[in-house]
């Protein structure tokens, strides 16, 4: 059981906190993971009363969970709420707020806070803390979790990173990637490392090459100049699939503690080899979905439709090829791609096996990993088919899911939140991993913003645009679509 601590969370009335946040520390709370005096401070900006707080937590609760939660626990749990306020007009807010944390001898004094809010208000709240002495660790622990993004290219996240670190040291700090408290996510590194079989096939000598997917079928919706400013590329590459190509091919830990697992993946994000700008055609692809039609919803508006502007270049579809400088992945491309109003949605990992044999027409062997919707591990190998004489071979499915129905469902954010308040910094990004993962990114997010030519349309609910197999490196190489 961790220790007692009071977990800050600002932004609180917010939207990620009311549809994760407070919902996964209620379900924390249930599965008995919050220690008996942990304390949740919830911090908004608007002035409402305790009781507005707790039946807006009971109406949080109740959409979550469809009204079926133990009234019991909620009785617990709102127990454990309090609402505090940190009037924007009000210069002595901050003063307030510490008065009440370090003198009120409710609140356990190890603190963790979780910054809900905009990424504008990171480092303001970091330096507010700090000024009213909230961040010292001269006698208990205190730790600030961090949402996404963590900038928005290398400079932005190496300022951040200066603000903040006049504070803290890395050990306090915990930027989040969600993805990384994804179960299926987590699984990837216990399949490679717990089954003697991958280790000597998963190389250079025995791997074609492999495919990172995220692909939707919605559309970007309402966030239009959110998605606008920031493209396929920062919102998703830059972070989750990346953090999917650390886990796939990173050497093995020295230990499985979150220190050594994260010395491996940094290592690894470092070994990414620049894309030479010079022939980005042949290593990046970009596209915008244009109207069509997604299965259950029908006809859809295209991407510059929904933004009312047609000049926009910024894409709704990624596709990147990249080279590791390891011995293990010398020459192997992997290729990672991102899309929105695809005809399917997936996210999922496809390793695909060289074909040694003289008989070349034999079918490939697959491997792949199913993140979402469905967790699987699926493997696809070559069998005879029964009869007489005749050899025929065929492709035969072996696909495992890695979730049953009777397995505890666990939303990325309640791991995470638990990974906090427990201490435990496996599951969040180092500086370094954000730094390697924006180097990599800068150059090709540079290039295509100066290019303002008309990108390439795909229409909403078809496959990936063919036009995106430019970046293949031989003609055998194609997109595969899930399994
Ligand atoms: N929503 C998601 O699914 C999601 C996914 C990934 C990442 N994120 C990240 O998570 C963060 C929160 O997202 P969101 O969608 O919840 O944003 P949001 O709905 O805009 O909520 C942010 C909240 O922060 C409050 N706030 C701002 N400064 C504050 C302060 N000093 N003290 C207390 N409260 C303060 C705001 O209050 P006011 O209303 O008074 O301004 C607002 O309620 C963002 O960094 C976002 O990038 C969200």
Same mark, same amino acid.
């Given at each position: 059981?961790? !220790? ?8 609180a ?19 008995g993971k919050l220690s008996?005096k942990?304390? +949740? ?18 109406d949080?609760?109740?959409k979550?969970f469809?009204?079926k939660?133990d009234l019991?626990?909620? !009785?617990?749990f ?22 009440l944390?370090?003198? !009120?001898s ?8 979780f ?7 990171? %480092? =303001? ?22 949402? =996404?993004? /963590? ?5 932005? %996240? ?18 989040i ?9 987590q699984? +990837?590194?216990?399949?490679r ?47 989750h699939?990346l953090q999917?190509? %650390?886990?796939?091919?990173m050497?093995?830990p020295k ?17 990414i ?40 270049v ?5 596709a ?6 390891t ?6 491309p ?11 949605s997936g996210? /999922?990992i496809?390793? =695909?096996?060289?074909?040694n044999?003289?008989?070349?027409k ?6 792949? /990993? ?8 699926? /493997?696809e +190998?070559?069998t005879?088919?029964?009869g007489?004489n ?12 890695n ?7 666990i ?5 995470l ?17 954000v ?5 990599? +990114?800068?150059?090709?997010?540079e ?6 030519? =008309?990108?390439?349309?795909y229409?909403?609910?078809?496959l990936?645009?063919k ?15 899930g399994?």
């Amino acid at each position: 059981m961790a !220790d007692n601590s009071t977990l800050v969370l600002f932004g609180a009335r917010g939207n990620l906190s009311r549809i994760k946040l407070i919902p996964g520390l209620f379900h924390l709370d249930e599965s008995g993971k919050l220690s008996e005096k942990m304390k +949740i401070v919830s911090v908004g900006r608007q002035n409402i009363s305790q009781n507005e707080w707790e039946n807006e937590i009971k109406d949080m609760l109740e959409k979550k969970f469809n009204k079926k939660y133990d009234l019991k626990v909620f !009785d617990r749990f709102i127990k454990r709420n309090i609402y505090h306020s940190t009037l924007p007009d009000d210069p002595d807010a901050f003063k307030k707020f510490s008065k009440l944390l370090l003198n !009120d001898s409710r609140f356990p004094k190890n603190f963790a806070f979780f910054l809900s809010v905009r990424p504008s208000d990171f %480092a =303001k709240i970091v330096d507010q803390l700090a000024e009213e002495n909230l961040l010292n660790e001269d006698k208990y622990w205190r730790r600030v979790l961090i949402e =996404k993004p /963590f900038g928005t290219n290398l400079k932005s %996240a190496i300022n951040l990173q200066a603000s903040i670190s006049k504070h803290l040291k890395e050990t306090q700090i915990y930027r989040i990637d969600h993805y990384l408290g994804k179960s299926a996510l987590q699984n +990837i590194l216990w399949t490679r490392f717990s089954n003697s079989i991958f280790e000597h096939m998963w190389n250079n000598e025995h791997i074609d090459h492999i495919q990172i997917t995220n692909h939707e079928t919605l559309g970007v919706g309402e966030r239009t100049e959110f998605y606008d400013a920031t493209g396929a590329l920062r919102d998703m590459t830059q972070s989750h699939l990346l953090q999917m190509l %650390a886990l796939t091919t990173m050497e093995k830990p020295k230990s499985f503690s979150p220190d050594d697992i994260r010395v491996e993946k940094i290592k690894l994000l470092k070994s990414i080899r620049p894309i030479p700008i010079n022939k980005i055609h042949k290593y990046a692809f970009r596209a915008q979905y244009k109207s069509g039609n997604i299965e259950k919803e029908g006809h859809v508006k295209g991407y510059l439709e929904e933004l009312e502007n047609d000049k926009s270049v910024v894409e709704t579809y990624a596709a990147i090829k990249i080279f590791l400088d390891t011995p293990r992945w010398k020459n192997i491309p992997i290729y990672l791609r991102t899309a929105k109003r695809l005809n399917q949605s997936g996210t /999922f990992i496809s390793i =695909k096996f060289k074909n040694n044999q003289d008989n070349k027409k034999l079918a490939d062997n697959w491997l792949v /990993f199913s993140i979402q919707p469905k967790e699987s591990t699926y /493997f696809e +190998i070559q069998t005879k088919v029964p009869g007489l004489n005749k050899v025929d071979l065929r492709s035969t499915k072996l696909e495992g899911m890695n979730r049953l129905e009777q397995d505890d469902k666990i939303d990325a954010y309640e791991t995470l939140m638990l990974d906090l308040i427990e201490g435990n910094q496996s599951r969040f990004l180092h500086i370094d991993e954000v730094k390697a993962a924006w180097s990599l +990114i800068d150059p090709i997010i540079e290039n295509w913003t100066n290019n303002k030519e =008309k990108i390439h349309q795909y229409t909403a609910g078809t496959l990936d645009p063919k036009e995106s197999e430019i970046i293949f490196e031989n003609q055998s190489q194609f997109w595969r679509e899930g399994n």
